[in-house]
């Protein structure tokens, strides 16, 4: 998974030792937290960063530049994951409850 090929990149750059007061959080949960964050903020820089095309000449520039790139006839652009509402591991409960207010995993 993307998930699995990025904690391999970067897991030994953000893994910790346990010390005497405490375990150290493992890599897969360092890397999620910190991929939960910067996800979560997207919505503060989205306007800034995202820009959907306003005239015909840009939505056919942008179709075009799709097709081009992935082979997708006629199409603008794609959407991408979802949550799927689950019955958490029991004692991971907190680490599958979403900004939604419920359990879920997410589809991408």
Same mark, same amino acid.
């Given at each position: ?14 893994e910790? #030792? ?6 150290a ?5 360092? #890397?999620a937290? &910190?991929?939960? &964050? ?10 800034? #960063?995202?820009?959907? %095309? ?9 179709i ?8 997708? %006839?006629l199409?603008?652009? &794609? #959407?991408?994951?979802? @949550? ?7 004692g ?9 207010k419920? @359990? ?5």
């Open positions: 998974s993307i998930f699995s090929s990025l904690l391999q990149q970067i897991g030994p750059h953000i910790k #030792l346990d010390t005497n007061y405490r375990a959080i493992p890599i897969e949960k360092r #890397l937290c &910190a991929l939960y &964050a910067l996800g979560s903020s997207i919505d503060k820089f989205f306007h800034r #960063l995202i820009k959907f %095309p306003n005239t015909d000449a840009e939505i056919q520039d942008t075009d530049g799709v097709f081009i790139k992935w082979g997708y %006839p199409c603008i652009g &794609a #959407l991408d994951s979802t @949550h799927i509402a689950i019955k958490p591991p029991l991971f409960e907190v680490d599958y409850f979403n900004y939604k419920y @359990h879920s995993i997410i589809m991408l």
